[in-house]
């Protein structure tokens, strides 16, 4: 049997917030849809209940700490982080990502502490889905306008897209530009900040990383949002360089045990699909013979009805 360690996490809110919660609104189907999120690089949300204004949420423990005291750490011990071990932690998160995007759901406050490490100092899982927001899949919509955008703003202002910051619309390519701020601050050990050029942002990165990561850096933070990679396209650049290292085959080897695990589920739900058309015509092709049929007979006795008519006049 598989063992998740859980904790509990409470949050003092407003009475009317918890009135709100119990009254089923809008904001629990949202709860609830993220627990329905189930990937190994997401911490998973159990449950939630409310007691005394506070709302308790029951979510899987990570027991390693997360991505902003490992960024710390280094900066107070006056050392770097590997490249290669950076590579396997945002493997992880693209993971993560492009599954949620998958599901309709964009993170929206992506940044080192919301990525935790599990003991063994390897593998993360992306937490704190509060403020992610939930795309209608039903009709279709692939990003928010402002005017939906709760005001326009939301998440940390030192990892929001420019869009955001800007107040304009945006898509799940937002996550993409705060992963490259947590990329930046991997490397750098400092975060971007809007203040500053941002021409010389990337002159910060220390000459010890490859061309290879400078460049997903800069291309997770280009200012157009289409021309930011997707989660899948960062996988594949991510792991290059690195496909000899075990750390980094593991994770390659998962991502791409859960692409063909996902591609299997879809060719059944496909093949389902296709048995239920082909059910469907089966019936309805019947029918047509029946329709087809009994229209033929009726003719025959319209025809018979109708030469008996002119036989007797």
């Given amino acids: 049997m598989w063992i998740v360690p859980l904790c509990v996490v409470t949050v003092r809110v407003d009475t009317q917030v918890v009135d709100n919660l119990q009254e089923n609104n809008l904001k629990v189907q949202e709860i609830r849809v993220m627990m329905h999120l189930r990937h190994r690089n997401i911490v998973e949300m159990c449950d939630f209940y409310t007691s005394n204004n506070q709302l308790c949420i029951v979510m899987g423990y990570a027991d390693g700490g997360d991505l902003r005291s490992e960024v710390i750490k280094a900066r107070n011990g006056k050392t770097t982080i590997s490249e290669e071990l950076i590579s396997v932690w945002l493997i992880q998160v693209c993971q993560a990502l492009d599954y949620a995007h998958e599901e309709q759901i964009i993170h929206r406050d992506i ?12 593998t993360v899982k992306v937490g704190d889905f509060g403020i992610s927001k939930v795309l209608d899949a039903a009709s279709g919509a692939n990003q928010v306008t402002a005017a ?4 326009g703003r939301v998440g940390t202002k030192r990892y929001m897209a420019p869009e955001i910051l800007n107040r304009k619309d945006y898509s799940n390519k ?8 947590v990329l930046f601050e991997l490397l750098t050990l400092n975060h971007p900040t809007y203040e500053q050029d941002r021409r010389i942002w990337f002159e910060w990165i220390p000459g010890i990383y490859s061309s290879n990561i400078r460049e997903v850096c800069q291309q997770c933070l280009s200012e157009n949002a289409m021309l930011r990679p997707s989660p899948k396209e960062l996988i594949v650049k991510l792991a290059g360089p690195f496909l000899s290292a075990p750390l980094v085959q593991q994770e390659f080897y998962n991502a791409m045990q859960w692409y063909d695990t996902k591609l299997a589920e879809s060719r059944s739900l496909f093949e389902h699909q296709a048995d239920l058309i082909r059910q469907v015509c089966a019936h309805t092709f019947s029918f047509c013979c029946v329709a087809q049929r009994a229209a033929r007979y009726s003719n025959r006795i319209a025809a018979m009805q109708f030469a008996a008519f002119f036989s007797t006049s």
């Avoid at 937002?174 to 701020?181: R, T, Y």
């Fill in 111 to 122: 940044k080192p502490s919301n990525i935790f490490l599990m003991a063994d100092g390897n």
């Fill in 148 to 151: 939906e955008a709760d005001g």
């Fill in 174 to 181: 937002a996550d993409i530009w705060s992963l490259g701020c």
